[in-house]
């Protein structure tokens, strides 16, 4: 059975000396999990690797797979992150899918993807919309969230409420980190 190449992100480790794991450790996790040519990319909890578990369903597949390296990472390391795993195709998808392509090329790490743990939710954008400030945006297309912040997330109260005004549990990565996450996995899936 071939392999697909699946990316998976994780919510809230290393972050403010809280859930730390060494991205060796996750490495070893995923591969004692069975999984191939795993790479991660800084240490916020970002990998790629292949495998043949979830070859059905990609829905399905990407969530056996993250309650598979959640629960080994809680074996590991003792706390359970959410993981959000999706198939290359799709993290390739969300990325030709950004309303701000424009602004992206200017500076890809002022355009924000929140993907959401439950794709179909319900998102009230309009409760977004008081909170935007000076050029900042917000859209929502499918699954995911975009958040257009030119002055950075640090400053922009839009990006500050955005996981609880979004109302399903969210990871945010930006486009920069998104896209040297598909030349990874387009690098294994060549490969």
């Known amino acids: ?9 994780l919510r809230g480790i290393n972050v403010g000396g809280r859930n730390i794991l060494p991205m060796a450790d996750l490495r ?3 591969t004692t999990l069975g999984y191939s040519d795993v790479k ?14 979830g070859r059905g369903d990609p829905s399905e597949g990407a969530a056996a797979i ?6 080994a990472i809680e074996t590991a390391a003792g ?8 198939t290359a195709d799709a993290l390739h998808a969300a990325i030709a899918a950004n309303p701000y392509p424009r602004q992206g090329l200017d500076d890809p790490k002022s355009v924000h993807f929140y993907f959401l743990s439950d794709p179909s939710a319900t998102v009230d954008m309009d409760a977004l919309a008081p909170l935007r400030a000076g050029f900042e945006d917000v859209t929502r297309t499918g699954g995911i969230v975009y958040l ?3 002055d950075g997330i640090g400053r922009s109260k839009l990006a500050e409420h955005i996981d609880r005004r979004i109302g399903t549990p969210v990871t945010a990565r930006n486009l920069r ?6 030349d990874m996995a387009r690098a294994l899936s060549e490969a």
């Open 1 to 9: 059975m071939p392999m697909r190449t699946w990316v998976a992100l």
């Open 28 to 30: 070893a996790c995923l």
């Open 40 to 53: 991660t990319y800084i240490q916020s909890g970002n990998c790629v690797f292949r495998t043949d578990a």
């Open 66 to 71: 993250s309650r598979d390296i959640a629960a």
């Open 79 to 86: 706390f359970r992150p959410r993981v959000f795993v999706l």
């Open 148 to 150: 257009y912040a030119p």
């Open 177 to 182: 980190t998104a896209m040297k996450l598909t």
